[in-house]
């Protein structure tokens, strides 16, 4: 039996071998050196170009101080966030992706499954650590435009530490793969890590996450006992590797599907059909019923309706919402004292909780057809639905400022946060209504008569669009931490900034109510225009005759 279990394993790895030499041989080398050449020279470029724009100015001592005591326990909070994100993904069936072939008969064959299942895993958590060694290099180089010293040792313990933190993510998703944990048993875990991580932060416990942070500033001081964060993390990964076996074939052929349908869904731009994706592949469904029912039937049936449509959000999607916004709130903060690079933080985490606040208006757009027996005219439709929307973001931004006023306990940060909330929060609410409302790019329409490069650029924009919103709606705690560095009140600049902002919010709820009426008078204007051309194409050759 084990003979033949080893005969088994010995083809598969000459048929790896050979489907491998087989893409090498279809791969035209000169393209790929040339695009790794170029992605890896202009994103260099943007990077240095971008840290040295920002131009943060070198913290106080007593700054220096804050970032050597809370520094190591911060970045190991997001350690410990990423080994419950690892937890909960592995209690699902992750993190593994398998081709479905693999899972049918692979799996299923008189092969060892951890034979089987190690070439993917090691790729797995080779790329794994290699996105998080960049991910760590570009934070080291935003570090060391503040905090000063060698570019190239915050580089390398950038790289260090981010990829440790991909590697317990991995490892972490494994060894609950493995074991096939239950998934409240790894969400249980997991909110053992974070409040571990939290209560370190707070100066409370030591947590065994805090060595990973550490790592990332050497720079500052070494530690050798950081190393034992390092040795600890590889021997995760080892355990989770050694589980192989007890992947299930069930989570993992539902998973292999779900995965390639959301690479398909990312490949034609659908973010809707992605975020619905996500989570069916995270569990993520919402309740049978609502927490609560609202009394009252008649006028404000749309209200009630998204009402509702909220109210079934499962405990752990609004425990996001909550977390989106704290999050949104530290980087703010973080952003009014110099650290001018967390404003995309702010932004991103503003855009996500919008996307989960919209979830009415996305509902109605996704069934569109059952608005025609509706006498209402569309885009007043989709207005009122973007009632309730505004108010989760309104009520997430709220959380978000508590979060900054804990932090800074001072009467000008309430009075910065009284003001600047809502311009945040409703910027990445009108960001993810734009997303959600412009659906996939169709290609013979999106690109029709244009050149190939325009039409590129066409898309990128469509793509960049939202997250520019989003991020006009952080940029007031920037003008006002401009204003207070040149001497002048921050409150008024924020508040005219606000303004701005607001407007820009605006606008985007005029266009969710006018977009359909002016796409049908542009399509209508074109129609007539080609119509008049023909006909005088027709007159001009009737006289020529």
């Known amino acids: 039996m084990a003979d033949q279990l080893s005969a088994g394993a010995a083809t598969l790895r000459s048929l790896r071998g050979q489907r491998r030499r087989n893409r090498l041989r ?96 090691l790729r797995q958590v080779r790329f794994a650590a290699f996105l998080g060694a960049v991910v760590g290099v570009i934070g080291g180089i935003l570090a060391w435009r503040r905090l000063g010293d060698s570019p190239f040792a915050w580089a390398a313990s950038g790289a260090a530490a981010g990829a440790t933190i991909a590697l317990a993510l991995i490892g972490a998703a494994l060894v609950a793969s493995g074991l096939r944990l239950r998934p409240w048993l790894a969400s249980l875990i997991g909110a053992v890590m974070l409040a571990w991580g939290a209560a370190d932060l707070a100066g409370r416990v030591p947590a065994p996450t805090t060595p990973i942070g550490s790592l990332a500033l050497w720079p500052l001081r070494v530690h050798l006992v950081d190393i034992v964060g390092v040795l ?65 039937r008649g006028r404000f049936v749309v209200w009630r309706r998204g009402w509702h449509g909220l109210l079934r959000f499962p405990a752990v999607r ?50 569109s057809d059952r608005a025609d027996a509706i006498p209402l005219d569309r885009g007043e439709l989709l207005l009122r639905h973007a009632a309730v929307p505004a108010v989760v973001a309104a009520a997430v931004g709220l959380i978000g400022a508590a979060a900054a006023v804990a932090l800074n306990r001072t009467v000008e940060s309430v009075e910065l946060a009284a003001i600047l909330f809502l311009p945040a929060a409703w910027c990445g609410a009108a960001g993810a209504i734009i997303s959600t409302a412009m659906a996939a790019p169709e290609p013979f329409k999106d690109g029709q008569l244009l050149p190939p490069e325009v039409a590129g650029m066409k898309l990128a924009f469509r793509t960049a669009w939202p997250l ?28 005219q900034a606000a303004v701005g902002a607001l407007l820009v919010a605006c606008f985007i709820a005029a266009w969710l109510k006018f977009r359909e009426p002016a796409r049908a008078w542009w399509k209508n204007f074109q129609e007539e225009g080609q119509q008049a051309a023909k006909e005088r194409q027709a007159a001009k050759q009737g006289s020529t005759r």
Do not use: C, K, M
């Open 232 to 296: 600890g993390t590889l021997a995760l990964v080892a355990i989770g590797v050694s589980l192989l076996r007890g992947l299930s074939l069930e989570a993992a052929e539902r998973r292999t599907g779900l995965v390639g349908q959301l690479r398909f869904a990312v490949t034609v731009q659908d973010l809707r059909t992605v975020i619905v994706l996500r989570r069916q592949l995270a569990q993520d469904t919402p309740r049978n019923r609502p927490w609560l029912r609202l009394p009252g």
């Open 318 to 367: 609004l425990l996001r919402l909550v977390v989106l916004a704290i999050a949104g709130g530290v980087s703010l903060s973080a952003v009014y004292h110099g650290t001018t690079p967390l404003v995309v933080v702010a932004a991103l985490a503003a855009y996500l909780a919008g996307l989960d606040a919209i979830e009415p208006l996305s509902q109605e757009i996704d069934q």
């Open 26 to 121: 279809d791969l035209d080398w000169f393209e790929a050196a040339y695009r790794a050449y170029l992605t890896g020279i202009v994103g260099l470029v943007v990077i240095l170009v971008v840290s040295s724009w920002l131009g943060d100015s070198t913290p106080s001592p007593e700054g220096f101080a804050d970032v050597l005591d809370h520094g190591p326990a911060a970045i190991g909070l997001l350690a410990a966030f990423a080994i419950a994100l690892g937890l909960r993904s592995g209690s699902r069936g992750g993190p593994l992706a398998v081709e479905p072939a693999e899972v049918r008969y692979t799996l299923l064959s008189p092969v060892d499954r951890r034979a089987a299942l190690l070439g993917p895993a």
């Open 468 to 495: 520019i919103v989003a991020l006009i709606g952080t940029l007031p705690v920037v003008a006002a931490r401009r204003s207070n560095i040149n001497g002048n009140p921050p409150v008024p600049v924020a508040a």
